[in-house]
């Protein structure tokens, strides 16, 4: 969530190492297609059988979330590697992070069971939709006019 004005860099550092306590750095995230045929969906599930794990949908982009603290950080929330830390940390954007509130996702899969039930329930969906689509169909070709 963005902050309504700029902060110093001590109160960046006072808010990212005390009050938020390292938030983004306890855990990294990983785009992933979007899922389209059975194996994908499967792979899902199979990602989600996992502890730590969750997956969700932002901005119609697919991403797993592996919750596992950076071996960097330091029990006193700091990095360790501060000088030499990747791009990805040192651009991260401090003014419109995560914190205090987490990011509300599209979908958001944090057990195996929540993503098999929407699966579950898309299919059925799917199914219903086409079944429509095919009575519609139908419907068209006899109601044409017969020459
Ligand atoms: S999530 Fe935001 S407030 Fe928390 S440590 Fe990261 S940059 Fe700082
Ligand atoms: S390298 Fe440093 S800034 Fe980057 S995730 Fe690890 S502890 Fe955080």
Not at 46 to 69: G, K, M, P, Q, T
Not at 80 to 107: F, G, I, M, Q
Not at 120 to 140: D, F, G, N, P
Request: hydrophobic fraction near 30%; glycine fraction near 0%; include cysteine.
């Amino acid at each position: 969530m963005g902050r309504s004005r700029s902060l110093t860099a001590a109160e960046q550092h006072r808010i990212c190492q005390h009050e938020c306590k390292a938030r983004c750095c306890r855990y990294i995230t990983i785009k992933i297609p979007a899922p389209k045929v059975k194996a994908d969906f499967d792979e899902i599930s199979w990602f989600l059988a996992h502890r730590d794990i969750s997956v969700y949908v932002e901005s119609r982009f697919w991403h797993v979330e592996v919750r596992n603290r950076c071996k960097y950080l330091t029990r006193s929330n700091l990095c360790s590697t501060y000088e030499n830390r990747p791009d990805v940390c040192r651009n991260y954007d401090v003014e419109a992070c995560e914190y205090p509130a987490r990011p509300k996702h599209t979908l958001q899969f944090d057990t195996k069971e929540d993503f098999d039930a929407w699966w579950a329930r898309k299919r059925e969906r799917e199914r219903r939709r086409r079944k429509q689509r095919r009575l519609a169909a139908k419907k068209r070709s006899s109601s044409a006019p017969k020459r």
